[in-house]
Structure formats: structure tokens, C-alpha cells
């Protein structure tokens, strides 16, 4: 799954740029074919085209994940401007953190009004759920 381009225009993983150069290097390193390199990611190769080079979507946090092990970078690195402010993180959020407030962002500017209250309804009973637990 991938996250599609932000509806404010934005382009919401602003370290492509960095990752392809990243991606490349490994390639090139270890001699491997675009198609190649989306099975050790354990992806399609247009999937892998699409995340590199197509403004509109950025990797899923699993595939994040595969690349920040693979190219021996932090989750953060991967997926974030870390010196980005991104609302609602802090200086304690993790990576993790920040890759999922930057995410629920983008999407919940996509939804109607009517919407938004009925995902803030949802999350707000799905996290009673664990604090019950």
C-alpha cells in the first residue's frame, strides 16, 4: 500500500530525492536490476518505480522499513525531512511517531467534514480500547 500525494499539494516523503540516490548506489553496489532490487524489497518493480519517481505516492511503512534495514538508515531518514516540523510531534517523537502523524495528516485533510468526526470517533474508541487493557 502507498500513500498518495498530499491534497494540498505538498509532496509528503521529501526524502525521495535521497532515497534514489540511496537506491541507486545500492543497485550499483550490488549489481542488481531495478527488478532485482523491488524482490529484495519484497515489492513489484513498478512498485518500486512508483515510490521512486512518481510524486503522487511514497512507500508504506513496511517497505520504509525494508529500506531503512537495507540501506542501513534510520526509519526517520527514510521518511522524513527530520529538521521538518510535522504538527503534533515533538523533540521525544520517534520515527515511528513522526511517519504516522505525518500520514493520519495528509489523509485527514482529504476527508469531508462528516468524515473527520466519524474518524476522530473511531480512533478515540479504538484508544479507550487500549487503555482499558
Known amino acids: 500500500m502507498s500513500v498518495p ?74 521518511v522524513d525531512d527530520p529538521g521538518a516540523e510535522i504538527p503534533g510531534s515533538t523533540t521525544a517523537s520517534s520515527d515511528l511517531d513522526r511517519f504516522m502523524l505525518r500520514t493520519m495528516g495528509s489523509n485527514l485533510s482529504k476527508l469531508t467534514d462528516t468524515q473527520k468526526q466519524a474518524a476522530f470517533e473511531a480512533w478515540n474508541a479504538i484508544i479507550r480500547g487500549y487503555e482499558k487493557e
Open 5 to 78: 500525494f498530499d491534497s494540498m499539494g505538498m509532496n509528503p516523503w521529501p526524502q525521495r530525492p535521497v532515497i534514489q540516490a540511496a537506491v541507486l548506489a545500492y543497485r550499483k553496489e550490488h549489481k542488481l536490476s531495478p527488478e532485482q532490487m523491488a524482490e529484495v524489497l519484497g515489492v513489484g518493480p513498478s512498485y518500486l518505480h512508483n515510490v521512486l519517481y512518481d510524486k503522487r505516492v511514497w512507500p508504506s511503512l513496511e517497505v520504509a522499513q525494508k529500506l531503512s534495514e537495507i540501506l542501513g538508515l534510520k526509519l526517520g531518514d527514510v
